[in-house]
């Protein structure tokens, strides 16, 4: 069965350094998520990526955040300068069509530490 | 805005007995609600989803959700339950999107814990 994969599982690195969290969505997909979880706390929706370009966005992600799809599989999320807030897991979804008809498939997860 | 609550944090059974987790949901417009499930280590795996049509809705591994536009709760539920059902449980609501990309707003989650 096709899957959503992520990479790395686990990022550690310190504050106002730069990190790209890799993703591959399935393959005939063709709407992109990313979302957080801050440990203990709700899966929070960050950004959706539909025609190479941003559906929308959450007030979460500020200027820091870049999202890309760089070639025709992997998507990706820049943080440009990581606080230590931004200590997350990042999960990355994607759709084969679009609404809410469709349900959305997740990767198992970037595991963010920033010190 | 759209919201779900979820209120109980954890939830006990013992293997064979009934389950229910409880969600409730606050929406304006259609409730279009989900359920996922995350294992140890991996993603969020999609259950079910209640878009329209019967308020019974039957998804994977034998678990099901009951719609109730009234008490406006959407409970995941299992008649039997196993000890691999022990996961952390998610309800989501859908933003309404139909012609583009639609977010989940998630509530907090409930572990469940079946224990033999």
């Known amino acids: 069965e096709p899957e959503v994969t992520q990479t790395p599982s686990h990022q550690v690195t310190q504050m106002g350094q730069e990190v790209i969290l890799r993703c591959v969505p399935i393959?005939?997909?063709?709407?992109f998520y990313w979302y957080r979880q801050i440990l203990g706390q709700k899966v929070e929706f960050l950004v959706s990526?539909?025609?190479?370009?941003?559906?929308?966005k959450s007030e979460i992600f500020d200027d820091q955040f870049s999202v890309e799809r760089p070639d025709g599989s992997n998507f990706t999320l820049k943080i440009r300068s990581t606080k230590l807030e931004d200590s997350a897991m990042y999960f990355c979804?994607?759709?084969?069509?679009?609404?809410?008809?469709?349900?959305?498939?997740f990767g198992p997860g970037t595991r963010l530490t920033v010190l | 805005a759209q919201s779900v609550a979820q209120p109980e944090d954890q939830v006990n059974v013992a293997e064979g007995n009934p389950l229910t987790v409880k969600c409730t949901y606050s929406?304006?417009?259609?409730?279009?609600l989900f359920w996922y499930v995350q294992y140890p280590n991996r993603g969020l795996q999609f259950l079910l989803k209640?878009?329209?049509?019967?308020?019974l809705v039957k998804g994977s591994y034998g678990f099901e959700a009951e719609f109730n536009k009234s008490q406006t709760s959407f409970h995941l539920k299992k008649p039997s339950a196993l000890v691999s059902d022990s996961a952390l449980y998610f309800c989501?609501?859908?933003?309404?999107?139909?012609?583009?990309?639609?977010?989940?707003?998630f509530g907090t989650g409930t572990r469940l814990q079946v224990f033999p």
């Open positions: 393959s005939n997909h063709l709407y």
């Open positions: 990526f539909y025609n190479n370009e941003i559906s929308e």
């Open positions: 209640y878009i329209t049509g019967d308020n």
């Open positions: 929406v304006s417009g259609n409730p279009y």
């Open positions: 979804a994607s759709s084969e069509l679009a609404g809410f008809y469709n349900e959305q498939f």
């Open positions: 989501a609501v859908s933003s309404g999107r139909s012609n583009n990309t639609d977010k989940l707003i």
